[in-house]
């Protein structure tokens, strides 16, 4: 069931995403060759928590830590370990926080120190492919026509769309309807509304859109081993349009 907010808990959102927004930034600059994923995570789980909010991933599912963090050929659901970052790696960051019953979620791909051009550009296609779809958000658009536009963005590029991992609803749960695909039909799925908060997420891979579940059963990586980056925001549809919390 897809859920409407009202003002009222939007702006309850907005602190949610905002802190979700700062974490991002603020660990930025700690993203470098030498330092370890858990090192990451600890930063991210420090800052959360100094804004008296709890960060949502931890415990969802059986998940064990703060933050998913994934590296070069996983699209998402890395779990934070001491594996050490290298030069020319890319490495994507998801995190989500709860505060006042609510939730934010955001994703980044950062670069390790110099990457290839390569690596750099699906970084920037994955981005945009996100600002695409975000043209369409707004009430009275159809799902599909967001889906669609971040797909023919990134296809343009040859680069794949991840199609098992989706968007999603948002709120006081971390997910909810409506699941938001980074692929689809123009003209399809539901009509959206004012009030409605979602997660857009592209996952996009610089080889084959498809992917492999590790033993673990969280880390999704691709099958080629290709490199793959990811971009989230949480945004909230408005009378004005469309606002977006975690910048």
């Known amino acids: 069931m897809i859920t409407i ?13 905002a802190i979700v927004g700062k974490a991002l930034r603020e660990c930025e600059p700690y ?11 600890s930063i991210i789980e420090e800052i959360i928590l100094s804004e008296g909010a709890i960060p ?3 415990g969802y599912g059986g998940f064990p830590a703060a933050t998913c963090i994934s590296v070069d050929d996983v699209v998402v659901h890395g779990f934070p370990s001491l594996k050490v ?9 998801d995190v989500g926080a709860y505060k006042n019953g609510f939730h934010g979620d955001a994703a980044r791909t950062f670069a390790v120190g110099e ?5 750099r550009k699906l970084i920037e296609v994955t981005k945009q492919s996100f600002f695409e779809g975000l043209k369409f958000v707004k009430a009275g658009a159809r799902l599909g026509d967001v889906s669609h536009a971040i797909q023919a963005y990134a296809e343009s590029y040859n680069y794949g769309v991840v199609r098992e991992m989706v968007g999603h609803g948002i709120g006081r749960k971390l997910h909810e309807d409506p699941s938001i695909p980074n692929y689809g039909k123009a003209g399809s799925g539901i009509s959206l509304r004012k009030g409605m908060a979602l997660a857009i997420e592209p996952m996009i891979t610089y080889g084959d ?11 999704c990586r691709t099958r080629d081993h290709s490199p793959s980056a990811h971009y989230e925001n949480t945004v909230i549809i408005t009378s004005n349009g469309v606002e977006i919390l975690t910048l």
């Open 209 to 219: 859109y498809r992917v492999v579940i590790d033993e673990d059963g969280w880390t």
């Open 85 to 93: 970052l290298k030069e020319g790696e890319i490495v994507s960051i």
């Open 115 to 119: 990457v290839s051009p390569g690596k």
């Open 31 to 41: 993203v470098k060759p030498g330092v370890t994923t858990l090192e990451l995570n």
């Open 5 to 17: 907010k009202s003002d009222e808990e939007l702006e309850l959102m907005r602190i949610s995403g």
């Open 56 to 58: 949502s991933f931890k």
